[in-house]
Each structure stands twice: as structure tokens, then as C-alpha cells.
């Protein structure tokens, strides 16, 4: 027998109690069994763990998380359930100069992504991945983004040798047994989403708390629907329902299938008279997505309620709009998240049920962030485990840590928010960062303009992402980083697809900016909760009750078409958010031109309307 034994690790690799863990999987899944077994003899575990999503696996993997130092448990009165992660200081957001679009030639990947051929790809990440869970436990995460109940259920299995993952997954997607069980039914096709922190424990070697590797890979194969991501535990890139499948493979596939998966939140909104709507946003990562999705708003008689925060599966049914929130969960930007910015954020997480990634411990076993409450804490644990006081100089929480809390927490969740048919989409909204130039709120004159502008999109660049943060980067429909195939090939698809469903039956689309500054740096616009004026006057627009005055850049407001009752705003502040400055429009035209040429082919019905824009500037 132990001749046997031996024998069958050697040849296979696979040590006992992982083969035992292969023979009694809980699925006779196929295409699954045969590529865990795979996974297992490349990256070698010491074990495998069927994650279930069970309560009690939480418990159990919470429990050694805090054992191992990842976890810190928080004060069960203040957050109960709840725990803070502490990434090591070079893993704490996308990365997006190692993020890889692999399809069969570059034109697949286009202009804007890292392209890789895919067996090239595959050859590296072989070597990377070989032997990096030894000394761990490899688990294995059915999920579904969106609906189990879909009609067409969008499943993924995500392999990961890191328990924060599995953690993290349970709170963003729909994951275990009920997934597992209806994939295996129905031998469903499902997304391989293979993770690895890249950092395999030798016998006798102690565990750091973050383990992670110095090189990263975050790899997309658009093609085989597949993911590889390699060395890093932060969330965008080690959460790989989110970001690598809702938006880089889900955009592919929409490609393909003809529908859009976007980077849009989507609020429900309802008018006095009890008429509702639904919109999507389109802002670029850390650019108030979630903040917009928890609107309350500050004038009489409107409602708001979320239906999702971050992603938006659009699909297009007998000549209707309808779009899918595919997340369970929010990954939310801490800092600026306050009981007076976004008191609904707020009382979500403080419901529990919590991972906090990266920011500040208080005294009572609390945690803090800039912004979370105008009062500063006299004394802080700072997200690198150091002392802090409101003297230190520097920010307590990490400009990108994060909230990651069930979406069923947050008591302004529309009821309707996982209907596997999704909702009615009436508008769509893009937004950026722009101190200046861009009004608050713009009206496209039709659906080839409002594509123009989610083409021209552009926004400073945020803490997000590592790199420079505050440069203006052209960041189309805020997909920049997401768009899984060739950007021009993207545009085109926006295009078709308002040519084949029809102009009418396509939502309106708006361009707004709420981070326009006034002459002396502040922001001239109050954002947050009164960004429901924007929203009512967006609505009245679409009920055709709004005026509004026709600019070279889309139909913008006056002051008198926006209801601005109760509002504390300046003349001068006002003017600087609405105006349309013709010389500051014109001085954008050579970053749209020099956009476009990076591009290369950018569709012709672009282009006419980057004319379109110059000439009504000129004429202005
Ligand atoms: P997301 O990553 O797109 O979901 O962005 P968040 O909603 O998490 O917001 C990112 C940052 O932008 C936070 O620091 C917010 O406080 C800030 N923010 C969001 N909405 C507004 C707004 O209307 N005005 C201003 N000035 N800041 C905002
Ligand atoms: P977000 O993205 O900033 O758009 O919420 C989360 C991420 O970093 O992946
Ligand atoms: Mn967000």
C-alpha cells in the first residue's frame, strides 16, 4: 500500500488528502472535476476545500484567519461579525499595468490593453503557477453572477489558495452547494477562475499575515472565457466574479451575444407623483458609483432605492432595455463613506457582516477613516498597524481601503433587485473626476452623440488603481480598464446595438460631473445627496416636462430648470458648475484627437461627431 502510495504522488503529484478530496467531490461535474484535478497537480496543495458557503464555513474560516493574523475580529457590539484585513502595503489596489487581455492576435485585446499571445501566456503563468499553493489549502468556489434563476445562468468557479478570497466571495456573488448542485444538474458551461497568491509555504516556514508576490498577473482569456490572476490578494484582482468576469469576460461574452456588461450602478428613482425609473451610472473606479447608488435626496417627495452599485449586465428583450445587478455584495471605497455623505453605506456595514480591507482601528476595537465622521479620533491603529494621532501627517486609512458588505444589508434596496429579468433602464448616465470644463449635467442629443460622449469620457485618476493619482485620462464609458476585446470593436457594439433595438427604445443619455471646482479650488457643486436635483431634472427630462438649453456639448440646465429650493450654493458657484465654456471646450479637442489616434480605428460614426462638436463650438 505504501509503495502505492508513493507511486500514485509521484506521478499525479497529489498527496493523499487531496486525492481523497478529488474521489469524494461533492459534483460529477465533468469539465470541473477535470480541471481541479488539473489545478491541483500544477500548483501541488497540501489540501482541497469544496467551499459550500455555509454559515459554518464562515465561522471556521474567519476563525483562522484571526488566528493567522489576517483578521483582526472587531467589536461585536459596534460591528458585529465583522473583521479588518491589513494588506501587505504593495497589494492594496488593481493593477492595471500587469492586467493581460490574451486573445489569438493583438487586434483581439486592441489599443487600450495589455495583449499577450495566449500561449505564451500560458506558458509563463505555468511556471508561475506551479508548486504556488504548496503548503496551503486550495479552495474551490462555485458562483454565479446574477440570478441562479436566470434563464441563462452566468456560473464560475473560482480556485484560490486564500481563505480572505473565499470570504470576500461569499459576501459579492452567490456561491456554494445551491450553485454547485444546479451547474452539475444541468451540466452547465461555467467560467475556470483561477487564483493564487503566489506564495507557497515550504515545511517548517511561518505564514505572514498578507502573503502575496511581488510580480502580478492578472490575465483574461476573452476567448476560452478563462481567468488566471497570480500574486495578489487585493479585492479587483483576486475577487475574480467582480471586475475580471462581470466586466473583462462579461463584456466578451455580451459582445458576442448582444448585450452590454458595464461598469454602472443602478438607482430606481420615484418621482412625487409615484412614478419610477431606473437608471445606470457609468463613473470610473473611486468616482461615486456607490455613493449615487445610495442617493438620498434632499428635495421633497422623491425616493431613492439601489439596485446595484457597481456592475450592469444590460440586455435588450422585445424592444426594451432591462438590466441586471450580477453582484451580491458591495466592495465600497472607504474614505468619504460618512454618517453625512452616505448615511445609507453606513448603516449597511454597521448592520455587521463585514470585511474591512486596509483601514484604521480604533481604540474600542472600532474602525476609522477619513471622512467616516467629522470627528477625528484622538488616537488610531493606522491601516500599517502603526500609531496614529490627528498630528501624524498622514491618512490613517489607506486612500483605497474598503468596505465589503452584503448588499441585503443596505435598507434602501429595491425589492426588485435580483429579478433574474432585471428592471426597465430609462437613462444612462457618465460621469468623471474634472475640476474642469464639464458641466454638471449634460442631455446627449440622441444615442450616437451620448456614445460620443462615453467615448470621449475622461476623468483624474484615482487611488483605485496603482499609478499617479489626479492625471486626466480618456476613460471610455468608465471601461478603460475593463473592456475585455478591442475598444473600437466596443464602440462599435454601443453603436450597433442602439441601431438594432432602435433609437426609441434605447435609454437617453446624460453626462454629468459633480467634481468641478470654482476660482478659489473648491468643489462647486455640493454632490452627495443633493445630486438628486440633477436626477430630478434628468427625470422631468425624460417625462418632457424639464426645459432646458441647447449648448454645443448636449441640452444643459439653467438655473431656473433645475430645482434648486432649499440648496446653499452661490451665483458664482452655480455658474461654475453649469457653464459651458466654449474656449475650455475647444482646448479639449487636441486630448479627444490625440485619444482617437491612440485608438486608431475609431468608428466613423465617432468621428463625424467629434466634427459635429467643433463645428458647434465654432458656431457658438
Ligand atoms: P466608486 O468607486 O465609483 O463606487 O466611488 P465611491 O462612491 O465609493 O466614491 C469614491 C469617492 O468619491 C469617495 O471618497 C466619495 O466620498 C467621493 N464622492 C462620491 N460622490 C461624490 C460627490 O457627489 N461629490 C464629491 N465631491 N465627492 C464624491
Ligand atoms: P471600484 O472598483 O473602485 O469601481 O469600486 C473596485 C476595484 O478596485 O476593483
Ligand atoms: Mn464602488
Given at each position: 500500500m505504501a509503495d502505492n502510495t508513493t507511486a500514485s504522488t509521484e506521478s499525479t503529484g497529489l498527496n493523499q488528502a487531496v486525492r481523497e478530496a478529488l474521489d469524494n467531490a461533492p459534483t460529477t461535474h465533468p469539465q470541473l472535476l477535470e480541471w481541479v484535478r488539473e489545478m491541483a497537480e500544477m500548483t501541488q496543495p497540501d489540501a482541497i476545500h469544496w467551499a459550500d458557503g455555509s454559515e459554518e464555513e464562515w465561522n471556521t474560516l474567519t476563525t483562522e484567519l484571526v488566528d493567522a493574523g489576517t483578521f483582526v475580529r472587531l467589536n461585536e457590539e459596534k460591528f458585529p461579525n465583522s473583521f479588518a484585513a491589513f494588506s501587505?502595503?504593495?497589494?492594496v489596489a488593481r493593477v492595471e499595468e500587469r492586467t493581460f487581455i490574451c486573445t489569438k492576435t493583438p487586434k483581439g485585446a486592441g489599443p487600450t490593453n495589455n495583449w499577450e499571445d495566449p500561449a505564451v501566456m500560458k506558458e509563463t503563468l505555468v511556471k508561475k503557477f506551479t508548486g504556488s499553493m504548496r503548503g496551503r489549502t486550495m479552495y474551490v468556489i462555485p458562483f454565479v453572477m446574477g440570478?441562479?434563476?436566470?434563464?441563462d445562468p452566468k456560473y464560475g468557479v473560482e480556485i484560490t489558495d486564500s481563505a480572505y478570497v473565499v470570504c470576500s466571495m461569499r459576501i459579492m456573488a452567490t456561491i456554494g452547494t445551491p450553485v454547485l448542485d444546479k451547474m452539475t444538474r444541468d451540466n452547465a458551461f461555467f467560467v475556470e477562475a483561477l487564483h493564487s497568491l503566489g506564495s507557497p509555504l515550504e515545511p517548517g516556514e511561518e505564514d505572514v499575515p498578507w502573503p502575496c508576490n511581488t510580480t502580478k498577473y492578472i490575465v483574461q482569456f476573452p476567448e476560452d472565457r478563462a481567468i488566471w490572476s497570480f500574486g495578489s490578494g487585493y479585492g479587483g484582482n483576486?475577487?475574480?466574479?467582480?471586475?475580471?468576469?462581470?466586466l473583462r469576460i462579461a463584456s466578451a461574452i455580451a459582445h458576442d451575444e448582444g448585450w452590454l456588461a458595464e461598469h454602472m450602478l443602478i438607482l430606481k428613482v420615484t418621482d412625487p407623483e409615484g412614478d419610477s425609473r431606473y437608471i445606470a451610472a457609468a463613473f470610473p473606479s473611486a468616482c461615486g458609483k456607490t455613493n449615487f447608488a445610495m442617493l438620498e435626496p434632499t428635495i421633497d417627495g422623491w425616493k431613492a432605492e439601489m439596485v446595484g452599485d457597481d456592475i450592469s449586465w444590460i440586455r435588450f428583450k422585445e424592444g426594451q432595455a432591462r438590466v441586471v445587478n450580477p453582484e451580491a455584495g458591495l466592495f465600497g471605497?472607504?474614505?468619504?463613506?460618512?454618517?453625512?455623505?452616505n448615511p445609507n453605506a453606513m448603516r449597511g456595514v454597521a448592520r455587521g457582516n463585514t470585511i474591512f480591507t486596509n483601514v484604521a482601528l480604533t481604540d474600542d476595537g472600532g474602525v476609522w477613516w477619513e471622512g467616516m465622521t467629522d470627528e477625528v479620533p484622538d488616537h488610531l491603529t493606522d491601516w500599517k498597524g502603526n500609531d496614529w494621532t490627528p498630528d501624524s501627517g498622514r491618512p490613517a486609512a489607506h486612500p483605497n481601503s474598503r468596505f465589503c458588505t452584503p448588499i441585503k444589508q443596505v435598507d434602501i434596496l429595491a425589492d426588485e433587485y435580483d429579478d433574474p429579468e432585471g428592471v426597465p433602464l430609462s437613462a444612462i448616465i457618465f460621469g468623471g473626476r474634472r475640476?474642469?470644463?464639464?458641466?454638471l449635467v449634460s442631455e446627449s442629443f440622441g444615442w450616437e452623440h451620448g456614445v460620443f460622449q462615453g467615448a470621449t469620457l475622461s476623468s483624474e485618476t484615482t487611488a483605485a488603481a496603482k499609478g499617479a493619482v489626479g492625471v486626466v485620462r480618456r476613460d471610455p464609458m468608465a471601461m478603460l480598464p475593463f473592456i475585455g476585446y478591442n475598444a473600437n470593436d466596443y464602440l462599435d457594439h454601443w453603436l450597433d446595438t442602439g441601431a438594432r433595438v432602435g433609437e426609441e427604445a434605447m435609454p437617453k443619455i446624460y453626462y454629468v460631473n459633480w467634481f468641478r471646482r470654482t476660482a478659489d479650488g473648491g468643489f462647486a457643486w455640493p454632490g452627495f445627496g443633493e445630486n438628486s436635483r440633477v436626477v430630478k431634472w434628468i427625470v422631468e427630462r425624460l417625462k418632457g416636462t424639464a426645459g432646458g438649453q441647447e449648448t454645443p456639448v448636449g441640452i444643459v440646465p439653467t438655473k431656473e430648470d433645475l430645482?434648486?429650493?432649499g440648496l446653499d450654493i452661490s451665483d458664482d458657484e452655480l455658474e461654475a458648475a453649469l457653464r459651458v465654456d466654449q474656449e475650455e471646450w475647444l482646448a479639449e479637442l487636441p486630448g479627444i484627437d490625440e485619444w482617437f489616434n491612440k485608438l486608431g480605428d475609431v468608428p466613423e460614426v465617432i468621428l463625424e461627431q467629434r466634427a459635429g462638436l467643433e463645428e458647434r463650438l465654432k458656431n457658438s
Amino acid at each position: 500500500m505504501a509503495d502505492n502510495t508513493t507511486a500514485s504522488t509521484e506521478s499525479t503529484g497529489l498527496n493523499q488528502a487531496v486525492r481523497e478530496a478529488l474521489d469524494n467531490a461533492p459534483t460529477t461535474h465533468p469539465q470541473l472535476l477535470e480541471w481541479v484535478r488539473e489545478m491541483a497537480e500544477m500548483t501541488q496543495p497540501d489540501a482541497i476545500h469544496w467551499a459550500d458557503g455555509s454559515e459554518e464555513e464562515w465561522n471556521t474560516l474567519t476563525t483562522e484567519l484571526v488566528d493567522a493574523g489576517t483578521f483582526v475580529r472587531l467589536n461585536e457590539e459596534k460591528f458585529p461579525n465583522s473583521f479588518a484585513a491589513f494588506s501587505d502595503p504593495d497589494d492594496v489596489a488593481r493593477v492595471e499595468e500587469r492586467t493581460f487581455i490574451c486573445t489569438k492576435t493583438p487586434k483581439g485585446a486592441g489599443p487600450t490593453n495589455n495583449w499577450e499571445d495566449p500561449a505564451v501566456m500560458k506558458e509563463t503563468l505555468v511556471k508561475k503557477f506551479t508548486g504556488s499553493m504548496r503548503g496551503r489549502t486550495m479552495y474551490v468556489i462555485p458562483f454565479v453572477m446574477g440570478s441562479l434563476d436566470a434563464e441563462d445562468p452566468k456560473y464560475g468557479v473560482e480556485i484560490t489558495d486564500s481563505a480572505y478570497v473565499v470570504c470576500s466571495m461569499r459576501i459579492m456573488a452567490t456561491i456554494g452547494t445551491p450553485v454547485l448542485d444546479k451547474m452539475t444538474r444541468d451540466n452547465a458551461f461555467f467560467v475556470e477562475a483561477l487564483h493564487s497568491l503566489g506564495s507557497p509555504l515550504e515545511p517548517g516556514e511561518e505564514d505572514v499575515p498578507w502573503p502575496c508576490n511581488t510580480t502580478k498577473y492578472i490575465v483574461q482569456f476573452p476567448e476560452d472565457r478563462a481567468i488566471w490572476s497570480f500574486g495578489s490578494g487585493y479585492g479587483g484582482n483576486a475577487l475574480l466574479g467582480k471586475k475580471c468576469y462581470a466586466l473583462r469576460i462579461a463584456s466578451a461574452i455580451a459582445h458576442d451575444e448582444g448585450w452590454l456588461a458595464e461598469h454602472m450602478l443602478i438607482l430606481k428613482v420615484t418621482d412625487p407623483e409615484g412614478d419610477s425609473r431606473y437608471i445606470a451610472a457609468a463613473f470610473p473606479s473611486a468616482c461615486g458609483k456607490t455613493n449615487f447608488a445610495m442617493l438620498e435626496p434632499t428635495i421633497d417627495g422623491w425616493k431613492a432605492e439601489m439596485v446595484g452599485d457597481d456592475i450592469s449586465w444590460i440586455r435588450f428583450k422585445e424592444g426594451q432595455a432591462r438590466v441586471v445587478n450580477p453582484e451580491a455584495g458591495l466592495f465600497g471605497v472607504a474614505p468619504g463613506t460618512g454618517w453625512t455623505t452616505n448615511p445609507n453605506a453606513m448603516r449597511g456595514v454597521a448592520r455587521g457582516n463585514t470585511i474591512f480591507t486596509n483601514v484604521a482601528l480604533t481604540d474600542d476595537g472600532g474602525v476609522w477613516w477619513e471622512g467616516m465622521t467629522d470627528e477625528v479620533p484622538d488616537h488610531l491603529t493606522d491601516w500599517k498597524g502603526n500609531d496614529w494621532t490627528p498630528d501624524s501627517g498622514r491618512p490613517a486609512a489607506h486612500p483605497n481601503s474598503r468596505f465589503c458588505t452584503p448588499i441585503k444589508q443596505v435598507d434602501i434596496l429595491a425589492d426588485e433587485y435580483d429579478d433574474p429579468e432585471g428592471v426597465p433602464l430609462s437613462a444612462i448616465i457618465f460621469g468623471g473626476r474634472r475640476k474642469t470644463t464639464v458641466p454638471l449635467v449634460s442631455e446627449s442629443f440622441g444615442w450616437e452623440h451620448g456614445v460620443f460622449q462615453g467615448a470621449t469620457l475622461s476623468s483624474e485618476t484615482t487611488a483605485a488603481a496603482k499609478g499617479a493619482v489626479g492625471v486626466v485620462r480618456r476613460d471610455p464609458m468608465a471601461m478603460l480598464p475593463f473592456i475585455g476585446y478591442n475598444a473600437n470593436d466596443y464602440l462599435d457594439h454601443w453603436l450597433d446595438t442602439g441601431a438594432r433595438v432602435g433609437e426609441e427604445a434605447m435609454p437617453k443619455i446624460y453626462y454629468v460631473n459633480w467634481f468641478r471646482r470654482t476660482a478659489d479650488g473648491g468643489f462647486a457643486w455640493p454632490g452627495f445627496g443633493e445630486n438628486s436635483r440633477v436626477v430630478k431634472w434628468i427625470v422631468e427630462r425624460l417625462k418632457g416636462t424639464a426645459g432646458g438649453q441647447e449648448t454645443p456639448v448636449g441640452i444643459v440646465p439653467t438655473k431656473e430648470d433645475l430645482d434648486l429650493s432649499g440648496l446653499d450654493i452661490s451665483d458664482d458657484e452655480l455658474e461654475a458648475a453649469l457653464r459651458v465654456d466654449q474656449e475650455e471646450w475647444l482646448a479639449e479637442l487636441p486630448g479627444i484627437d490625440e485619444w482617437f489616434n491612440k485608438l486608431g480605428d475609431v468608428p466613423e460614426v465617432i468621428l463625424e461627431q467629434r466634427a459635429g462638436l467643433e463645428e458647434r463650438l465654432k458656431n457658438s
